[in-house]
């Protein structure tokens, strides 16, 4: 290639010094005729050129050369690094058919062993009830004997008896053998799902290596989205024993406040606080509350400012907290609970000079759809109401506004029940104590009655129980 740049380059200046030449040698001799040969140093230069040219080309060919044979040879490495991946495939391919072949047979061996058990499981059961049948004539006829040598001493043993005692032995080898073969059934059937399971993980290897190779040649597929599931949900309990509320608890025979599973209808599990409390039943305008010999369920509990209530809708949904101190349960499985019956909410309060005062309501919550609107009529209490009666109270949050509703400034610090007219009461407020000389802040825990008096709180409790709606006389 140089060979041929330095010709291309010399060429030029031999044809204009040529050129040059003539030019002068006409200008010097015009009469004279023009020589028809060249110089012989011109041609010794341009054959000079042509040479190193020619072997200029002659490497650049031997080069090329080379350099496709190397083509060549990656060529045939690639080809056949090609067909042994092939093969390899053809293998796996093979070995998951009878990867599955196998899975196949052992599903019939399963379903075959599950049929089996099934039906020990029956002859089982119909065997016990036949050995407690016999068992109670047993108990009949042994106490009628007791009661005969009791009298007559020196009878034998009936041999109807002794016969019958040697059936009921004989019933509960027989009884035994089927435990026996049913527990070897039950090992085989978990032996049969771990080789199942591990078939499976072998399956879906063969499938990620598939998906691999399939990749090279297709166009890459979008990754799977997996759901996020929500901190504050709880897991789905098994069990059908799950009491639906503290009440179901306190009738068991738990008299002792603490912390339980419940699972109201329709719901999942979840752990609550039973408040248990002792007294009298009260009667107040056609209701029979409950509230004494039995246990209430704790819905709200603060005591001492260690957690924070301006939270987020989301978690005033599903609660906050912890159980054993300060905690908000949350609305949606307050309404879970009381959407099964009806219930009353009682609300009891303790101000700074430890006097203790409370008030219950009968009431109705709404659900998510309407904001879980709270709808209040006051039943008793040594507290003047806060609360408006027969209106609807929609619940807010700093991120979450009630449509139709004033944006009370005290949502700001806690989410509350709200209406049209903003009051200085909000036990989910800033808890602020007590200043020396100091006006108290707007915002914070404050039951502010209708009447105007204001009570600084200390704790609150707000609590819930199934009332009896049948009328008193």
């Known amino acids: 290639m140089h060979t041929i ?23 010097s001799m015009s009469p004279e005729p023009k020589s028809r040969f060249a110089m012989l140093d011109d041609v010794k230069i341009l054959a000079n050129g042509l040479l190193q040219l020619g072997h200029g080309l002659k490497d650049f060919v031997h080069k090329t050369k080379g350099q496709i044979n190397d083509i060549f040879q990656k060529l045939n490495i690639f080809d056949q690094s090609f067909y042994d991946l092939s093969l390899q495939t053809n293998e796996i391919k093979e070995e998951e058919k009878e990867l599955r072949r196998t899975t196949s047979k052992l599903q019939v061996k399963n379903e075959e062993v599950k049929n089996m058990s099934l039906e020990l499981t029956s002859k089982l ?131 002792t406040s603490g912390i339980y599973s419940i699972r109201p209808s329709n719901s999942q599990a979840f752990n609550v606080y039973c408040d248990v409390k002792s007294g ?10 409950i509230s ?21 809708w989301e978690n005033y ?5 912890r159980l054993d101190g300060e905690f908000w349960l949350g609305l949606e499985k307050i309404y879970s609970i009381v959407k099964q019956s009806n219930y009353v909410l009682r609300i009891e309060l303790e101000d700074w000079k430890d006097n203790k005062h409370y008030i219950e309501y009968s009431f109705h919550l709404g659900d998510h759809e309407t904001n879980y609107t709270l709808h209040l009529v006051e039943i008793t ?16 949050t700093w991120d979450h506004k009630a449509k139709g509703h004033v944006n009370c400034p005290e949502s700001y610090s806690g989410g509350w029940w709200c209406h049209d007219v903003c009051r200085e009461n909000n036990l989910n407020g800033k808890y602020n104590k007590p200043r020396a000389k100091t006006k108290p802040e707007r915002r914070g825990i404050y039951w502010k009655s209708q009447n105007g008096r204001l009570y600084s709180i200390k704790s609150t409790k707000m609590l819930i129980h199934p009332t009896d709606s049948e009328s008193s006389e």
């Open 5 to 27: 740049k330095l010709f291309l380059f010399i060429v030029p200046l031999v044809i204009s010094s040529k050129i040059d030449q003539d030019y002068s040698s006409y200008d």
């Open 125 to 255: 059961e119909s065997l016990l009830e036949e050995k407690n049948l016999l068992q109670q004539k047993v108990k009949y006829l042994e106490k009628q004997l007791t009661n005969l040598t009791k009298n007559q001493p020196e009878i034998q043993e009936h041999p109807e008896i002794t016969s019958l005692k040697n059936f009921v032995e004989q019933q509960d080898n027989s009884i035994k053998d089927l435990l026996q073969t049913v527990e070897e059934q039950y090992r085989q059937l978990n032996q049969q799902h771990s080789q199942i399971k591990e078939i499976e993980k072998q399956l879906r290897r063969t499938g990620v290596q598939e998906s691999t190779e399939n990749s090279l040649s297709s166009k890459p597929r979008a990754p799977r989205t997996t759901p996020f599931l929500h901190l504050n949900e709880t897991k789905i309990v098994e069990h059908d024993d799950i009491p639906a509320n503290c009440t179901t608890i306190y009738n068991r025979g738990e008299h």
């Open 280 to 289: 009298k039943a009260s009667l107040k305008r056609k209701w029979t509350i």
């Open 292 to 312: 004494s010999g039995s246990s209430w369920t704790v819905i709200q509990h603060r005591i001492d400012g260690s957690q924070n209530f301006n939270e987020t």
């Open 317 to 321: 949904r599903y609660g906050f907290g």
């Open 381 to 396: 209490g040594n507290v003047p109401n806060a609360f408006p009666e027969h209106k609807d109270l929609a619940f807010s």
